[in-house]
Each structure stands twice: as structure tokens, then as C-alpha cells.
């Protein structure tokens, strides 16, 4: 027999004539470092810690929400429990709704409309006041005055003044073991003033464009303050005054005054305003010192100091330094203005230029180039009138304090 040949490998059978069969794919899994690959053991930890950390967050957010709460609560009625002590005092308070809000960051109760009266005449009435304290500072409160008010002082005696402001801020610092503020300070824009004296309107109202001031009380005790110990210190600024009355040399010096303003230190056992008491502040060597007094009205700029103090009618008495600038130029303003005789204002300017080596001045009447003052006038207060040297310039009103005491 023949042997048969074999075909070619190209001659072999196709697949069409000998299906395949596809073989299963195994996926294997990625080898795991064995340091690295999370046991049964760390897996329950981790859990455990994330379920901790959100338990604890949440405890401490409901915890949180409680207190702030809870403060809310006490805000309003610290509200309530003031206006019924001032009301216990002989005080009519009269408040619209109290909002509380902030949450979460601070407590904010926002007073829509309210008006008081307090024992003493002092007056207050106006809508949108806001009072801001946060959990971590409870001393320390934040004012926004966000509509209008208007503040009067005075009980229809001798002198009284009423402001109307559009708003402004402040803040008050509450002294907690003695229960009264401590500090206050504030600042307040497009004010109306109106001066009272002998309960009349004295002139027309005064607008100012912006006022500040502050007021900080010792905290030792003020009734037993030595004399030449600060009780209270006061400071205010007042920028920008038109339409200052006629009567008061309005429009003399200039149409707008540019700033006036004090520091003034309140020293002895300085306790209150009514007569008796200033009569025992009087007694023990109490008195009010005037750091800094300035006045910027056109070309005439004067800085002052001195002391004053209550005489044996319990009326002010004492002496005022005042650097004067532009002193000379005021003189001849007045005299332009038909306020001084032409004879009186030559007296005047030479005691000016008398007075100007005493203040260190360049002595010609000229001071506009040189940073020294003109002159440097004693400004004395007592027996009822006010003179600048020898010159009387003013007679004061007579003071009625309340609560009488009128001698020492």
C-alpha cells in the first residue's frame, strides 16, 4: 500500500468545521501589602470612631442649640425684669415686641419701638435698637441704632438739651458685681440739637453731623474715693455744627463750627448729680478737670485745661487755660459783625499780642505759619460770670440741682 501524505499545516481544518469553545476568564484579586490589608479587628475601630465622632457632634450641637436657648430666654426676660425695675423706680417704660435672634453665634434682642422716662427726666424714644452680646464676652453688650431716636436730658429746670439722631452704634460694658455699666462709648450721625434753658427753647435746632463720646466709671467703690482719685471719665467730640444760633455769635466766626470737644476727669467720691450729693462731693475736695477742651470754628482754633469746682452756693467756680489760635482774626470778625466796639477790639488785640511770649507765639498777631499759639487766656468762671481775663464775656444761669442742698 502507498503511504498517504499528510497535508500542509495550511491545508489543516478550519475552525468553521471545528467550533472552539471559550474557556471561562478568572478574574484574580489585586495581592494586598499584608501590613496594609484591613483586618476584622481595625475595621470595627474605624467604624467605631466615625459613629463616636458624629454621636459627640451632634450631642454637642443639641447641646449648643440648648444653651443658646436657654440664653435666649434669659435675654428676654433680663428685658422684662429691667423695665420692671425702672418702672419700681418711678420710671414709665413703655417697649413694643423684643426679637431674639443670632443664633448660632451670639445673642441679638432687637427692641422694634419703645419709650422711657426715668426718675431723673432723662428721655428716650425710637424704633429699631438692637443689643448684641456674644456667649464668650457677656460683659460686653453691642448697640446698633438702626432708625431713628431721640434722647432729652434735663427736668425742665435750668438747662435741658434733646437730640434727634438717624442711627449709630456703641457699646456698653457691664460691670456685674456692682450691677451698673462700667463703660460706654458710642457714636452717633445726623443729629438735631435742641437747647433748652429755664425750660424754653433757646434759639432754633442745632444739626451736627456726627457726635461721639464715652463714659468709664472706676470700678472701686465711688464713695470712697479720696479727693484727686478719678471716679469718671467723660469725652465727647462733636464734628461739623450748622446752623448755630445767631445769639451765640452763629455765622460770626463762620457758618459751620468744625469740631468741638472735651476730656474731662470727674475726681473724688463722685456718687450723683442731686444736690445732696454733690454737696458731700464738693465737701470732700471733689472737683472736674478738664484735660483737653478744643474748639475749631473758621480760623480760631483754641485748646484749653483747668479745674473746676463747686463754691459754697454749690454754683461752678474756677480757672481755664486756653491756647488761642487765631485770635486776632476772630477779634476783628466780631467787630465786622457789630458784636464788639472798635476801641474795645484794639484793647483786646493788644492784650493778645501781650500775651503772646507768655504762650510762646511769634507775638504779631499773625499765626496762621507758626504751630505756637497766639496767646494763652485765662478763662475764670465764678460769682455767676464767665471772663476772659479781664474782659466779661458771659453771665451764667444760676444752677437749681435736684434734690435741693443749694449750700455747702
Do not use: C, Y
Not at 460683659?139 to 439722631?165: I, K, N
Not at 433748652?196 to 451736627?208: F, I, N, Q, S
Amino acid at each position: 500500500m502507498a503511504e498517504q501524505e499528510s497535508p500542509p499545516p495550511d491545508e489543516a481544518e478550519s475552525p468553521a468545521s471545528t467550533p472552539t469553545v471559550a474557556q471561562p476568564v478568572h478574574i484574580q484579586p489585586a495581592r494586598t501589602d499584608p501590613e496594609h490589608r484591613p483586618t476584622g479587628k481595625r475595621h470595627r475601630t474605624a467604624l467605631l470612631a466615625v459613629r463616636l465622632v458624629t454621636g459627640l457632634t451632634i450631642v454637642l450641637g443639641a447641646g449648643g442649640s440648648g444653651l443658646w436657648w436657654l440664653g435666649a430666654v434669659q435675654a428676654e426676660k433680663m428685658v422684662t425684669a429691667w423695665a420692671d425695675f425702672q418702672r419700681d423706680a418711678g420710671a414709665e417704660v413703655a417697649l413694643g415686641p423684643v426679637n431674639i435672634g443670632g443664633f448660632p453665634i451670639l445673642w441679638r434682642a432687637e427692641l422694634t419701638q419703645g419709650r422711657v422716662r426715668l426718675a431723673d427726666g432723662t428721655r428716650w424714644e425710637g424704633t429699631g435698637l438692637a443689643v448684641d452680646v456674644a456667649p464668650w464676652r457677656l460683659e460686653r453688650w453691642g448697640l446698633a441704632l438702626t432708625g431713628p431716636q431721640r434722647l432729652s436730658v434735663g427736668d425742665g429746670g435750668m438747662f435741658g438739651l434733646t437730640a434727634t439722631s438717624a442711627g449709630g452704634e456703641g457699646e456698653v460694658v457691664v460691670d456685674w458685681q456692682r450691677g451698673q455699666p462700667a463703660e460706654t462709648r458710642g457714636a452717633l450721625r445726623s443729629l438735631t440739637l435742641q437747647v433748652e434753658l429755664g425750660g424754653a427753647r433757646a434759639g432754633t435746632p442745632v444739626r451736627v453731623d456726627a457726635l461721639t463720646f464715652s463714659a468709664v466709671r472706676t470700678r472701686a467703690e465711688p464713695a470712697a474715693l479720696p479727693a484727686g482719685t478719678t471716679a469718671l471719665t467723660l469725652a465727647l467730640t462733636v464734628d461739623g455744627i450748622a446752623d448755630w444760633p445767631p445769639m451765640l455769635l452763629g455765622g460770626v466766626l463762620g457758618a459751620t463750627i468744625g469740631q468741638v470737644g472735651f476730656l474731662a476727669r470727674v475726681t473724688g467720691p463722685f456718687v450723683g448729680t442731686d444736690g445732696a450729693s454733690l454737696s458731700d462731693w464738693s465737701k470732700a475736695g471733689g472737683a472736674l478737670t478738664l484735660d483737653d477742651l478744643r474748639l475749631v470754628w473758621g480760623g480760631l482754633r483754641v485748646i484749653g485745661h483747668g479745674d473746676l469746682v463747686l463754691d459754697a452756693g454749690l454754683q461752678p467756680a474756677g480757672t481755664l487755660w486756653l491756647d488761642v489760635w487765631g485770635g486776632a482774626g476772630a477779634v476783628d470778625a466780631l467787630v465786622q459783625a457789630r458784636r464788639l466796639r472798635q476801641d474795645t477790639a484794639e484793647t483786646i488785640k493788644a492784650l493778645l499780642r501781650g500775651l503772646a511770649a507768655g504762650a510762646g507765639g511769634a507775638g504779631n498777631g499773625t499765626e496762621a505759619p507758626d504751630p505756637a499759639p497766639s496767646a494763652r487766656l485765662p478763662l475764670m468762671i465764678g460769682n455767676g460770670m464767665v471772663r476772659l481775663g479781664p474782659f466779661p464775656i458771659a453771665r451764667l444761669p444760676r444752677f437749681h440741682w435736684r434734690g435741693g442742698a443749694e449750700k455747702i
